[in-house]
Structures are given as structure tokens and as C-alpha cells.
């Protein structure tokens, strides 16, 4: 069997929490870990609280292979993930000299004082390393399997960018969808029998309803082309029954 | 001081978290907490997993005044979310007669065969109470501080429509959005000292970025009027002198 390669992602920010802004990066991070073959299993959103930060933070970390961080790495005062990370890595948040330099030279180039908030962007925890930020320079960081990126969207998917090719990948999840046109409670018995019948994929089911009525999208996963195929081929043999039926 | 209320969302389902599906249900849930004076301090994204659910399901519903749920409640093996609540519970899930009645009697009115998947819809832990679903019948329920609702959106907005009337709301949380010309960089250290002249309020500071440049919306939130107004004032005041001074 290949590798399993687990990840969990936390998003910071009351923000989020409020409604006041939506998040559009988990629904990123889900795609991309898809597709490079990364179950992530878990995410959690949680506020701007020091507390909540280091005990999610240390609840995930030891139980999947890799986390992702999004929000709290700017220059306000609620900014407050760098230091959140160092205390749940038991390690100090001070400032890192080549991000210090990297951020002074930036600013001096652009003839924009370096205030105290801005420099607050080069804390990061003792030890870690930097994640390139080519949008606006403030970098993010990585330290053990922890990856700390900014929650702006645009900035976040460049950080991204820049982390997937160091990630130890698992063997790519297959997934085959099949339509199926009559709702769950037509198929729910004879799909789980498939189920039953093919222990090592993983079948879902998504209701779907609009105008009316409801469809069905019909997802087969696995881990090798022979056990997709053989799951798919009974699922496609099942919704025809019943499509035709219909 | 008004009583707080807090509520934690947990989100089950594989396929949020594979990516094939976007969640639209989050950014939904915390609009109305906030409208209503909730806060909603935590969300988790779990998968299809017994285990997982039942385990996410007691930490939050031990720490939170309400715990809203969406996903896993429909007629196919994946759907699972009844009887994990019922375990997480420690009671038995079975077919509730009320849910049971009603299931049948839609489906033999629309002359469609009430099949043991579509039974499947009908079970509950014992001792819950209905959600109403006006939109395809089947009920979600409530348990305890628990809340189980459909997570096809539509469906899981109806429910809560009924859900909402129930709650014991809070104070509502007043908020006030300051627009800020220039950049977090920039306000970031006035901005704090203004948080630690108001302790009672909480300021958030949301970076913005677009078209090559930065700007920031702040938001001040309290819980009362008088708060809120001094505090706003004084970032008000702020922003101005940056603004002018830019």
C-alpha cells in the first residue's frame, strides 16, 4: 500500500467567525491537497484568542502529518498566530534577521517608514522557516510540520504555491463521479451493498436538489486504478437500473 | 452585563473536505448568530467518521451554549450523523414514529415506494425533537444543545429559519466598519494603543488587498452602545489623521 499523507488545516480569525468576511481559502486548500494526493481530514476555524490558537494547534499537529495555517500574520495588534505558534512549539517569537532586512529594505525602497507594526511581520517562532511571499514581501513561515500563511486569499494561494513542491505527497487519491439521475432514497440500499462490496474505496454520496427535484452525484475514491474501476463499474451498472426504471 | 451566548458549527462531510464540494453553510450560520447576538467561537470540519464525529460532537457541545451540525443526515450508508449524536449522547438511535408517519405518507402521496434507505431518514436519537423541513420533508432534530440540520443549503436555511426562535439569544453584538485609506503597516501601532484604551470593545483590522495596493477595514465591536460610540470615535479620528496626512 502506498504512504497515507494526512493534513488539517486551522483558520484564524474572528473575522471569519463574525460572517464578516467568507472564507474562500479552505475550499482552495481542499482542491489542491486532492489533487496532489493529501487527505486532508480535518480544519477548524477558531478566533483570535493566544488560548484557542496553541491548544488547536496542538491537538492537530501531533495527529496529522501536516497542517496549514491561514490569518493572523500581519502588523495589528489582533495579528497574533506568530506568537501563538512559538508558545504551542514551546520556542520564543522574535525577529528574524532576514526577514527583518528583507521587510526594511522593502520599505526603504518604496520611501515607507517601517513602523513598529510593520517590523511586527519579521517575528516568527525560533527555528522556523521562511515561506516566500512574492505579493507583498511579509513572508510566512514553516516550522516542524506547521505551515503559517497570510489569510488573504491572493497571497495565501501564492504562498501555497510556494510550499507544495517541498510537501511529501501520497498516492494521489482516484476519484471517477457518476451521475445519477433519481435521489438518494431510490438508491441509498443497493449503493451501500456496493459499498460493502468494495471495502477499499470509498463511495459518496451527494444529494443535489434544485428546481424541484433531487439528483444525485455518485463519487467513487481509491487508491489504485483496479479497485476504481471495479467499485465504478458496479455503480454505473446500478444507475442504469434505475435511471431506466425511472 | 448581558448574558453571552455561544455556539460552536460543526461541518461533516468528506466531501467538504475533499474539495468537491464548497461549503456555502459557515459564512450563512455566523451572519445569523452575529444578527441575532450569538458568537460563534468555533467551527469544525470532520469527515464521514464515526469516531471523529462523536469525538468533535463532545468536546463542543460540553463547551458551548449551541452546537449546529450540517451534513450526513440523509437516506445512504455515508449519512451517518444520527447515530453518531446518538452515540456521542449515550442514547439509542431508532425510527422516530412521528418523522416515520410522516416519511411514508409524502412518499405514498407522490406514489414513490418508501424504501429501507428512505427509512433511514426517519431514525433519530431517542428523546429528540423535530426540525421542521419544508423543503423535502425530512426533519431534522434537536438533542440536548444540539442541532442537526441538512447540509445542502437550501434545506439547512430553512431549517435554521425554524431553529432560530428557540435560541436564548444574547446581547447583541453592535459592530461599527471604519474604512481605512492606507494599509495595516501603517495604523497598526496606533490602532493598538486604541484597543488597550477600550478593553470592553474588540477591534478587528482586516487587511484588503487589490489593484496593487492595500487598504484596511476596520470594525469595532461591543456590547453596548456608549462603548462602541467611544471607541469608534477614536479610530474615526485616527484614520483621519492618516488619511489627510497621505
Known amino acids: 500500500m502506498p504512504d497515507i499523507v494526512t493534513a488539517a488545516m486551522m483558520v484564524i480569525g474572528d473575522e471569519i467567525l463574525s460572517g464578516r468576511t467568507k472564507d474562500r481559502n479552505i475550499g482552495h486548500l481542499a482542491d489542491i491537497m486532492t489533487a496532489i494526493g493529501i487527505d486532508l481530514k480535518e480544519v477548524r476555524i477558531v ?15 501531533t495527529r496529522y502529518t501536516y497542517v496549514f495555517t491561514t490569518g493572523g500574520i ?5 495579528d497574533i498566530t506568530a506568537d501563538s505558534v512559538a508558545k ?26 517601517f513602523t513598529e507594526a510593520r ?3 519579521a517575528r516568527m517562532p525560533r527555528g522556523a522557516d521562511h515561506i516566500d511571499n512574492p505579493v507583498s514581501t511579509a513572508p510566512g513561515f514553516r516550522i516542524g510540520n506547521v505551515h503559517v500563511m497570510a489569510g488573504v486569499p491572493s497571497i495565501f494561494q501564492a504562498m501555497l504555491d510556494n510550499v507544495v513542491p517541498t510537501l511529501k505527497t501520497g498516492a494521489k487519491m482516484l476519484s471517477a463521479a457518476v451521475h445519477c439521475p433519481v435521489g438518494e432514497g431510490t438508491i441509498g440500499g443497493p449503493l451501500a451493498e456496493i459499498q460493502k462490496a468494495h471495502p477499499d474505496t470509498i463511495i459518496g454520496s451527494y ?40
Open 47 to 61: 478566533p483570535d484568542e493566544e488560548d484557542e490558537i496553541v491548544a488547536a494547534l496542538n491537538a492537530l499537529r
Open 74 to 78: 500581519g502588523p495589528t495588534h489582533d
Open 88 to 113: 504551542a512549539f514551546g520556542v520564543p517569537c522574535e525577529y528574524d534577521a532576514k526577514a527583518y532586512k528583507m521587510l526594511g529594505d522593502s520599505y526603504a525602497q518604496r520611501g515607507i517608514e
Open 119 to 121: 517590523k511586527r511581520m
Open 207 to 246: 444529494p443535489k436538489y434544485g428546481e424541484g427535484k433531487f439528483w444525485t452525484e455518485l463519487v467513487v475514491r481509491a487508491r489504485t486504478q483496479e479497485a476504481l474501476e471495479a467499485a465504478r463499474a458496479d455503480v454505473e451498472a446500478m444507475v442504469k437500473r434505475f435511471a431506466t426504471a425511472g
